[in-house]
């Protein structure tokens, strides 16, 4: 064993790359951490920061951007059971952690990764396609699961102890509570929080808006995280759902430009109009305004449309039935 070695961990803060990370230092390793923010995340950034600060480990923050975003629109390898496309994610944030590991000179990859917990992306053959694609083959060590995979590079050099190492696989999370004894640790992190785009509402929405705009955005999917959808010949409408909901779109409307409407005389929604004005459309996302206000039903009132030319409209709250159709 090399007096000095080091490993570049993929952390989310998750349980499963908690464990592989002390699985690593416990052999004598110095280890650093990466981890990815994506759009989508839905990970805790408290759980990265105790976990760091508990076991001593540096972490690099890596928020994933236009590249990754890209990537959604289009990925080489196709989508999950929604619109997760998890091994091109996976490749991209090899990718980036591959440059962060030579920069730190770390000599291998480090992840929490367990075989067939996933059945998109952590199959034996994926995970061993995903590290060569990223160009990693042999460097990415997966300690829950190492004995059921072919032995890399950093195990062949003696870099790693392979019989200190796990074969762990399937969902059933059973054999991490029991590692998590064997390694001392007591305030241990739930699972990771996942990822949005595994979400089936969420994923209509997402395809709903690349099939009207291929090209997403920070800010775009900023939107798409907020409020209830509407699409009205070609138009998006986004009706805020609280308070601070209601806040959020506001200070994107005034700052990106965008036309939006408010009940003047009850307390109700901030909506967003993304599109044009043509054909009733304002009529109709007044109406839509209405019936989430608190206005009563059957009763006409004053909804303010704030736009280059700001004007009032006089509706009453959409009928329930009618609204359906144009939900995303």
Same mark, same amino acid.
């Given at each position: 064993? +090399?007096? +000095?070695?080091?490993? %570049?961990?993929?952390?989310?803060?998750?349980?499963?790359?908690?464990?592989?990370? $002390?699985?690593?230092?416990?052999?004598?390793?110095?280890?650093?951490?990466?981890?990815?923010?994506?759009?989508?995340?839905?990970?805790?950034?408290?759980?990265? @920061?105790?976990? @760091?600060?508990?076991?001593?480990?540096?972490?690099?923050?890596? @928020?994933?951007?236009?590249?990754?975003?890209?990537?959604?629109?289009?990925? %080489?390898?196709?989508?999950?059971?929604?619109?997760?496309?998890?091994?091109?994610?996976?490749?991209?944030?090899?990718?980036?952690?591959?440059?962060?590991?030579?920069?730190?000179?770390?000599?291998?990859?480090?992840?929490?990764?367990?075989?067939?917990?996933?059945?998109?992306?952590? $199959?034996?053959?994926?995970? &061993?396609?995903?590290?060569?694609?990223?160009? &990693?083959?042999? $460097?990415? %060590?997966?300690? &829950?699961?190492?004995?059921?995979?072919?032995?890399t590079e950093v195990e062949k050099n003696d870099l790693v102890d392979r019989k200190k190492l796990f074969e762990i696989k399937g969902r059933r999370r059973l054999p991490q509570m029991h590692l998590v004894?064997? &390694?001392?640790?007591?305030?241990?992190?739930?699972?990771?929080?996942?990822?949005?785009?595994?979400?089936?509402?969420?994923?209509?929405?997402?395809?709903?808006?690349?099939?009207?705009?291929?090209?997403?955005?920070?800010?775009?999917?900023?939107?798409?995280?907020?409020?209830?959808?509407?699409?009205?010949?070609?138009?998006?409408?986004?009706?805020?759902?609280?308070?601070?909901?209601?806040?959020?779109?506001?200070?994107?409307?005034?700052?990106?430009?965008?036309?939006?409407?408010?009940?003047?005389?009850?307390?109700?929604?901030?909506?967003?109009?993304?599109?044009?004005?043509?054909?009733?459309?304002?009529?109709?996302?007044?109406?839509?305004?209405?019936?989430?206000?608190?206005?009563?039903?059957?009763?006409?009132?004053?909804?303010?449309?704030?736009?280059?030319?700001?004007?009032?409209?006089?509706?009453?709250?959409?009928?329930?039935?009618?609204?359906?159709?144009?939900?995303?």
């Amino acid at each position: 064993m +090399r007096q +000095r070695t080091k490993a %570049l961990v993929l952390f989310s803060g998750g349980l499963d790359s908690t464990l592989a990370l $002390r699985v690593v230092q416990d052999q004598g390793i110095e280890v650093e951490a990466v981890n990815f923010k994506s759009p989508f995340c839905l990970c805790e950034k408290c759980a990265v @920061s105790t976990v @760091s600060e508990r076991f001593r480990v540096k972490v690099h923050r890596v @928020s994933l951007g236009q590249e990754y975003l890209d990537m959604i629109a289009n990925p %080489l390898h196709g989508y999950g059971s929604q619109m997760n496309p998890c091994i091109d994610c996976r490749i991209l944030m090899f990718k980036y952690a591959k440059k962060i590991a030579d920069k730190i000179e770390a000599e291998f990859i480090v992840t929490g990764e367990v075989l067939n917990q996933r059945p998109f992306s952590q $199959r034996k053959d994926i995970m &061993l396609m995903i590290e060569r694609e990223a160009g &990693l083959e042999g $460097r990415v %060590l997966r300690p &829950l699961s190492a004995k059921l995979l072919p032995e890399t590079e950093v195990e062949k050099n003696d870099l790693v102890d392979r019989k200190k190492l796990f074969e762990i696989k399937g969902r059933r999370r059973l054999p991490q509570m029991h590692l998590v004894k064997k &390694l001392g640790i007591t305030d241990y992190p739930c699972p990771s929080g996942g990822c949005l785009l595994t979400d089936p509402r969420f994923a209509d929405r997402l395809r709903d808006f690349l099939k009207h705009n291929p090209k997403p955005t920070l800010k775009t999917m900023t939107l798409l995280k907020l409020g209830r959808h509407f699409r009205i010949e070609g138009n998006k409408v986004i009706v805020g759902r609280n308070e601070e909901e209601n806040r959020a779109l506001l200070f994107i409307a005034k700052r990106e430009g965008i036309p939006y409407l408010n009940v003047i005389e009850y307390v109700g929604p901030t909506t967003l109009l993304i599109g044009n004005e043509d054909n009733g459309i304002v009529e109709k996302t007044a109406s839509i305004t209405v019936r989430y206000s608190d206005a009563p039903k059957e009763v006409e009132v004053d909804v303010k449309y704030s736009a280059k030319i700001m004007r009032t409209v006089t509706t009453q709250a959409i009928e329930d039935q009618e609204i359906e159709q144009w939900r995303v």
